[in-house]
C-alpha cells in the first residue's frame, strides 16, 4: 500500500471513516488519524484510542469555537508549535462520566451539532477542542488546520477528531511504518504536504463551508403535558426535552390559544431561564418582573410562553454569569464582562423555541419582546414575527445601566432613560 489520493480521503471522510495524515519530517514527523466528529460512532473512537495515545483533540474553526464559548486554555501560549487549546469538554449531557468510547463520541457530535450552545457542554471535560488558523494549511501546516481543511472539502461540519498514532511501546509512529498500519487496518494515508499541492493543483483559493442544516422540529422532544394553575390563571403546560442540549423546556398556553390558530398571530413570549432574577429577585436584571408580566399578558390575551433552560447568563450558565456579576462591580458593563471572561455577549440560540412553536402548530407571532436578535432567529428559521411588543417592567436603579447597555449596545428597543426612570417610579408606585 502506498500513499492515497486526496480524492480519496475525503470520501473516505464522508463516508465516517478515519484517514491517517502525516506531517513533514521537519516538523513533528507524526501521523494523525483524522476523523469527523459530525459523523463520529462509537467503534471507531474505541479504534481511534487503541491505536493512538489516547489523547484526542477536536480542531474547528474559529467561528465555531466562538460560538461554543471556548477561550483559550491560556492566556500566553507557549507550545513550540503554537497548537491553539482550549478548555476541554464535555457533552452537557454525557452518557457517564465522559471517558468512555460512547461518551466521547458523543460529545463530538454535540461539537459539530450546528444547533449547540455553550450550554451544551461541561467545561473541564475529556475532548480538547483546537482552534484551527484560518486559511488552513496554506497559512500554517498543522494537522489541526489538515483536519479542518478535510472536513470542509467532505462538505461536512468543520470539526474533526484527531489523535496521534503510536506504537504498542509508545513511540511514535512514522513514515513509512504508518503506510504499514494503514494497509494492516484498511485506513488511507496521506500528507500535509500532498494536501497543499492538491489544493493549489485545484485551484481551491478558499474552501467553502459546508451548507447548514435547516433546523427542524426533531430539535425537540414532546414529553407530557399537564395543567398547572398559578397566580395569574390556569395554563397547560407542555414539557419538551431538548435532543441538542439536553435541556428540558416548558410551554405555556393559555386556555382556548391553539383553539384559535390561524385568526391573526399568535402572542408569544419566548423566555430565557434566569434563576438568580426569577427564583431569587435579583434585581441586577428584569428578568423576574418580565416572566411575571408575560404570564399576565398571555392570560388576559391569549398564547403562550415558551420558557428555555440551558440560557442562565445569556447562555453562559450560572456561574460565569455570577464571574460577569463581579466584573461589573469593577466597573465593566454587561456586555464587556462576558468578553473579558473570554465568553460571547450573548450566545443563546433559540433553535428549540422554534421547534415547540412547530409542534403547537403556530407558525405567525406577535413577539413579546424587546429583543430584535430574537425575532431575528426565528424568522431565520421561517417563523412569521409581526411585530414586537415591548415588554419594559421591573425597571430599578439596580438594572438601569444594564438596561441602557442592552438598549444602547446590543440593540435591545427600549425606550431613552427618562422614560426608564419613569418606569422606574411607576414601579415605586410614585
Known amino acids: 500500500m502506498s500513499l492515497a489520493t486526496i480524492p480519496d480521503a475525503i470520501e473516505a471522510i464522508r463516508a465516517g471513516r478515519p484517514v491517517i495524515v502525516a506531517d513533514d519530517e521537519g516538523r513533528e514527523n507524526e501521523g494523525d488519524v483524522i476523523i469527523s466528529a459530525e459523523l463520529a460512532s462509537q467503534e471507531w473512537i474505541a479504534w481511534l484510542v487503541r491505536h493512538s495515545s489516547g489523547f484526542i483533540c477536536a480542531p474547528m474553526t474559529n467561528e ?12 500566553v501560549n507557549e ?6 487549546y482550549t478548555v476541554s469538554v464535555d457533552a452537557a449531557n454525557r452518557l457517564s462520566t465522559g471517558i468512555s468510547a460512547a461518551d466521547r463520541a458523543h460529545t463530538l457530535r454535540v461539537l459539530a451539532d450546528p444547533l449547540s450552545m455553550p450550554s451544551s457542554l461541561h467545561r473541564p471535560g475529556h475532548i480538547m477542542p483546537l482552534r484551527a488558523v484560518d486559511g488552513g494549511v496554506r497559512e500554517r501546516d498543522g494537522h489541526t488546520e489538515a483536519a479542518v481543511d478535510l472536513m470542509k472539502l467532505a462538505g461536512l461540519r468543520p470539526v474533526a477528531a484527531i489523535s496521534e498514532i503510536v506504537h504498542d511501546s509508545g513511540e511514535m509512529m512514522r513514515l513509512p511504518e504508518l503506510i504499514e498500519f494503514g494497509a494492516r487496518e484498511d485506513v488511507l494515508v496521506i500528507t500535509i504536504l500532498d494536501l497543499m499541492h492538491w489544493l493549489e493543483e485545484n485551484r481551491c483559493d478558499t474552501i467553502p463551508a459546508p451548507i447548514e442544516p435547516i433546523p427542524e422540529m426533531s430539535r425537540v422532544q414532546f414529553e407530557v403535558e399537564t395543567t398547572i394553575p398559578t397566580v395569574h390563571g390556569s395554563f397547560t403546560v407542555r414539557a419538551y426535552r431538548d435532543n441538542s442540549t439536553g435541556a428540558d423546556h416548558v410551554a405555556f398556553i393559555a386556555p382556548g390559544t391553539l383553539e384559535h390558530l390561524g385568526d391573526g398571530p399568535t402572542l408569544v413570549r419566548v423566555h430565557s431561564e434566569c434563576l438568580t432574577g426569577e427564583a431569587f429577585g435579583s434585581l441586577k436584571c428584569e428578568c423576574g418582573p418580565q416572566l411575571d408580566a408575560a404570564l399576565e399578558t398571555i392570560q388576559r390575551d391569549g398564547g403562550a410562553v415558551i420558557y428555555l433552560r440551558g440560557h442562565e447568563g445569556r447562555g453562559i450558565g450560572l456561574i460565569n454569569k455570577l464571574r460577569a456579576y463581579r466584573l461589573q462591580e469593577d466597573g465593566l458593563d454587561t456586555l464587556d464582562a462576558n468578553l473579558a471572561l473570554g465568553l460571547p455577549a450573548d450566545s443563546r440560540d433559540y433553535g428549540a423555541a422554534v421547534g415547540i412553536l412547530k409542534d403547537l402548530g403556530i407558525s405567525t407571532v406577535s413577539l413579546l419582546s424587546n429583543n430584535p436578535e430574537k425575532k431575528r432567529q426565528l424568522e431565520e428559521r421561517g417563523v412569521v414575527v409581526g411585530d414586537l411588543v415591548p ?3 421591573g425597571v430599578g436603579a439596580s438594572n438601569e445601566g444594564y438596561l441602557e447597555t442592552k438598549r444602547d449596545r446590543m440593540g435591545h428597543q427600549l425606550p431613552s432613560t427618562a422614560v426608564l426612570d419613569e418606569a422606574r417610579l411607576t414601579a415605586k408606585g410614585l
Do not use: S
Not at 465555531?64 to 491560556?74: G, K
Not at 507550545?79 to 491553539?84: M, S
Open 64 to 75: 465555531i469555537a466562538d460560538a461554543l464559548a471556548l477561550p483559550p486554555m491560556v492566556a
Open 79 to 84: 507550545d513550540p508549535r503554537g497548537t491553539a
Open 391 to 393: 415588554l419594559v417592567v
